[in-house]
């Protein structure tokens, strides 16, 4: 009798932690998920900044930056980067502290996309690639299709540092093993109970 309650006990020990292992790893994958997307729409914005700054005149690409009017890619500690390029990689434009090329993903013919990265200073980071055809100020000589075709696309490579968002990550790890291993506990101190009981 001892014998078959002990190994229900056990059994039931066991798939709890399993049960209790299989939320926290979806949990976790849930959240890295969730908080990786937000780093992205962040970068995104920061893409659609340098984006905004840039139109075409006379066949020619204008970029209208100014220093001072985007810090976060002047600061001399940890910086971002950004880079404007051609498809084939050619470079037309880089922020300030980045001093050689940020690599392209595989492939641009996809409006945006996003990965992970070493940059230039060895920092592991993240970036996001946006493929966009300049805009162009009126002119009424050339007919706006005619406008629209004398530059093809651009790319711009905005890149950041992961540091701020490992630490976020490595804070929800933590954050559920310390649960899990809460809730383990307290499993085990009703059986210590009961088994005394």
């Not at 100014?66 to 050619?90: C, H, K, N, V, W």
């Amino acid at each position: 009798m001892y014998s078959i309650r002990r190994r229900l006990m056990l059994m039931l020990a066991a798939g709890f932690a399993a049960l209790l292992a299989g939320t926290g790893i979806y949990l976790d994958r849930q959240l890295e998920e969730r908080v990786t997307e937000e780093f992205d729409a962040a970068l995104l914005t920061s893409a659609e900044s340098i984006v905004g700054l840039i139109e075409q005149e006379e066949g020619q690409v204008a970029f209208d930056y100014t220093e001072g009017s985007m810090p976060q890619f002047e600061r001399e500690e940890a910086p971002d980067y950004f880079q404007i390029s051609l498809p084939d990689g050619t470079v037309l434009d880089r922020s300030p502290r980045l001093g050689i090329d940020l690599p392209l993903a595989g492939g641009v013919s996809a409006r945006y996309a996003t990965g992970d990265l070493t940059l230039p200073d060895g920092r592991a980071g993240r970036a996001v690639q946006l493929t966009f055809v300049p805009g162009h100020e009126a002119d009424e000589d050339t007919p706006g299709e005619a406008q629209a075709d004398a530059i093809g696309p651009l790319v711009v490579v905005v890149a950041r540092g992961r540091g701020r968002l490992d630490a976020l990550l490595a804070r929800i790890r933590l954050t559920l093993l310390a649960f899990g291993g809460t809730m383990l506990w307290l499993a085990w101190r009703a059986r210590r109970r009961d088994a005394s009981g």
